[in-house]
């Protein structure tokens, strides 16, 4: 999609949306200028998602649902909670101990997991959520402060990642792909990367520089002999930052399990051939679209997921990788036709079966969308993993 394309596909902004991006541009254009004219993809990505009041997390725009920029699993259905809370149970009822979730969206699956660990006498002794927006923040209170008090006080927040490794579940739903990325394109077999430069009248655009010693060395060790037999041109991005992520996730985890939802794929597939473009994606009110230079501030930048970087970062940090699998797969493991199934009339059926399908299918976010559970301490087989298996694709 070209970026005319893209523009000509996307509402208008109101007034209060043009000054706030107005603002995040100003922003931008400063921290470049101090740069000498140039910055990293990664540190773009970073400024447009987190700077403190300005960036996309930061500030106040409505994100998720129908009258958001995109809609997540748990915002689809409940049935994904339900699910996703009997995986827990099977772990909590072996390691004792709590529920971390990162990124809580609208709360939604918190609620849900709640409920459903409650009706199967399995609630954690707390359910923690590290959230780093504040508006999101604000709306997952405003959620569970409606559930029943011996349910809400089992709720907390929190600002960091907890001092004292936690025992049982840490969940993470459309949290590694919001990760920052560095960007690259190959020249001649040779890696150069992606920044970001100013473009006609102080808008900014993408600009080639030379990689410095970190992503030319990462990109080698990652892709190899492949590097000279990719396309000229091809386009990518790398996540230097998911392999700290994954180890300060591991040093907060004593035993339990690691579960992570999210949009990706095996190294083998992210980095084929065919794969040109690279995966970088940007959502405002429901349109994806691949121009991160407008509507800065007010739309969400991602990158999918590179799997295999994800298990060797866990190797690293001392967990296993106990599985992977397609959401659909996991879903169905987790009794998903059951939920459908227990509705209480035939309306509430079809309207769950519809939800069922838009979780399940492959056209969908059925096979698109991956988990991985990385354990420590947890030998038993887990529930979610069980009809399938593709940890020998990574």
Known sequence: MTPR????MLPPL??????????????????????GGWLSFERFMDLALYAPGLGYYSAGSWKLGSGGDFVTAPEVSELFGRCVATQCAEVLRVTGGEILELGAGSGRMAAAILGALEAADALPERYAILEVSGD??????ARLDALPPRLRRRVAWLERLPQAPLRGVILANEVADALPVRRFILRDGAVRELGVAFGPGDTLQAAEGPADAALAADCEAMLGARLRTLPEGYTSEVSLRLGPWIASLAGSL???????FDYGLPRAHYYHAQRSAGTLRCHFRQRAHDDP?????????TAWVDFTRVAEAAVRAG??????????????????????AAAA?????????????RLLMPEEMGEAFKAMALTRGCE???????????????
């Open 5 to 8: 394309a893209a523009h000509s």
């Open 14 to 35: 109101s007034r209060d949306e043009l000054l706030h991006s107005e603002a995040v541009r100003a922003m931008l254009c400063a921290e470049l200028a101090g740069a």
């Open 136 to 141: 999101l923040a604000a709306r997952q209170r």
């Open 254 to 260: 004593e035993r339990g399990v690691l579960l992570l």
């Open 293 to 301: 230079f407008v509507n800065l501030g007010l739309q969400d930048i």
């Open 319 to 340: 967990l296993e990788v106990g599985g992977f699998a397609t959401q659909a797969a996991v879903l169905l493991a987790l009794g998903i036709e059951r939920e459908v």
């Open 345 to 357: 009339d035939a309306v509430g059926r079809a309207r769950l079966a519809g939800e069922a399908r």
């Open 380 to 394: 038993m087989p887990l529930r979610g993993f069980s009809l399938q298996d593709l940890r020998r694709q990574l």
